[in-house]
Structures are given as structure tokens and as C-alpha cells.
């Protein structure tokens, strides 16, 4: 399975960015999908999953209300909408897919594919 991200950037703090990911190969049997951060220094953070029918889908509380994950089945391609971004939302973003995982794809160690990261940077 090959992940490729797209669409981070910098973004005045309030501004809005939709991340996409686009999944290719042997995706049968993939269960969920999920976006996570990083910064340096840091431990890779949850923000948010789908599953792979796009019927369940669960947010870290940093992010709730403010990004929405959502996924396109006809083109194999899962994108998070980020509005009123904070300056704390600042970091590399990573999509990132599995067969297996437990909770709500929340753990990152689980994951087995991963896209490329791409760059968010809100500035104040």
C-alpha cells in the first residue's frame, strides 16, 4: 500500500487547509485510516481516524469541532479539513493505514503504512 499526502502549507492563524491523502496498491483488507502529527522532539500525536467504510470516525479532543475527516471510496483517497487552525496545529502531518488496530486507530505503533508528511504551518 503506498500513501501520498498533499496540501499542508502556512496559513494566518483562523485560516482553514484540507490535507489529502490518496491511497494506491493492495488495499484490501485496510480497516482504518487516520492522520497524525508531529513536531520535533515530540511523540507522533493522533488527530483523527476513519474507517475504511467512512461510517465511524473519531477526533483527538485538540481537534474536535474544528477538523473534519472524511474519505472518498471511489478514489481510494481520505482528506481532513482543518479550520480555525491554531498556531498549536503547527507540525508535520502524516496519513497513515492499517489492517489491524485496536480502540479507534488511535496508536500509532499499530499502523503499518504511512504516507510521506506533509507541512503545517499556522503562524500567529
Known amino acids: 500500500v503506498q500513501l501520498q499526502a498533499s496540501g499542508g502549507g502556512l496559513v494566518q492563524a483562523g485560516g482553514s487547509l484540507r490535507l489529502s491523502c490518496a491511497a494506491s496498491g493492495r488495499t484490501f483488507g485496510i480497516q482504518v485510516m487516520s492522520w497524525f502529527r508531529q513536531n520535533p522532539g515530540k511523540e507522533r500525536e493522533f488527530v483523527a481516524s476513519?474507517?475504511?467504510?467512512?461510517?465511524?470516525?473519531y477526533y483527538a479532543d485538540s481537534v474536535k469541532g474544528r477538523f473534519t475527516i472524511s474519505r472518498d471510496n471511489a478514489k481510494n483517497t481520505v482528506y481532513l479539513q482543518m479550520n480555525s487552525l491554531k498556531p498549536e496545529d503547527t507540525a508535520v502531518y502524516y496519513c497513515a493505514a492499517t489492517r489491524h488496530y485496536s480502540g479507534y486507530g488511535q496508536y500509532w505503533i499499530e499502523y503499518d503504512y504511512w504516507g510521506q508528511g506533509t507541512q503545517v504551518t499556522v503562524s500567529s
Open positions: 476513519i474507517s475504511w467504510s467512512g461510517g465511524s470516525r
